[in-house]
């Protein structure tokens, strides 16, 4: 009965902190620098000469690909879209993972078994999605330039835009129990008929 106490305490102080005002202005300042980002880095990127052939090698207009058909030297360029990286990928996955570590450490706490594991569950779920998207795009916009890293630059593309979002309902629905059961009767309707 303790436990159930405290989770509603937990619970409360948690809607206490996170009021609809907070909520709102947060999401505002997510897409006001989301845009003033995309709009800073293609006014600089288009202002660039560009060479022919005006063919991008790349799956998507991006800013490296962009960068890669001037004419003059890029290093400026670079060195923003570098910080900018940073900014937005490298600070963001240190404060999620530090705010896992703080909350690991509260789930060690919790006497039952069930518990625990339930709660593992479910920060496991966003810890794979998290580092799946935060794992590609870095590797995506802070990889060093080397004559392999155009096809490597393509794929990883390919993979942070295309296939981790298509892995995110899969990974956060199979945690239902019922999705389970029907996946686990699909496979085994997949591998008996083969």
């Given amino acids: 009965m303790n436990w159930v106490n ?8 948690c809607w206490v902190l996170m009021h609809e005002t907070l909520c709102l202005q947060l999401a505002a300042a997510c897409w006001i620098t989301g845009f003033g980002n995309s709009v800073w880095l ?3 990127t288009l202002q660039l000469p560009l060479c022919d052939p005006y063919v991008i090698d790349h799956f998507l207009c991006e800013v490296p ?5 001037s004419c003059v030297d ?8 570098f910080l900018v990286s940073v900014l937005f990928h490298l600070i963001p996955l240190t404060l999620i993972l530090t705010s896992y570590a703080f909350i690991g450490r509260a789930v060690m706490r919790i006497q039952s078994a069930e518990g625990r594991q339930k709660a593992f569950g479910t920060c496991g ?14 590797s995506m916009y802070l990889q060093p330039p080397s004559p392999s890293s155009k096809d490597r630059g393509k794929t990883v ?3 942070y835009g295309i296939i ?19 996946f686990k009767r ?3 309707r997949v591998f008996l008929i083969k």
């Fill in 74 to 81: 890029t290093t400026a360029n670079e060195g923003e879209l």
């Fill in 186 to 188: 699909l496979v085994a």
């Fill in 6 to 13: 405290e989770s509603i305490i937990q619970e409360l102080s």
């Fill in 164 to 182: 981790a979002p298509m892995l995110n309902p899969l990974i956060y629905t199979l945690r239902n129990k019922e999705v389970k059961e029907a």
């Fill in 42 to 44: 293609s006014t600089l």
């Fill in 125 to 138: 779920s966003h810890l794979i999605v998290v580092s799946l998207f935060y794992g590609t795009a870095t």
């Fill in 157 to 159: 593309s390919l993979f």
């Fill in 65 to 69: 690909a962009l960068l890669k058909l």
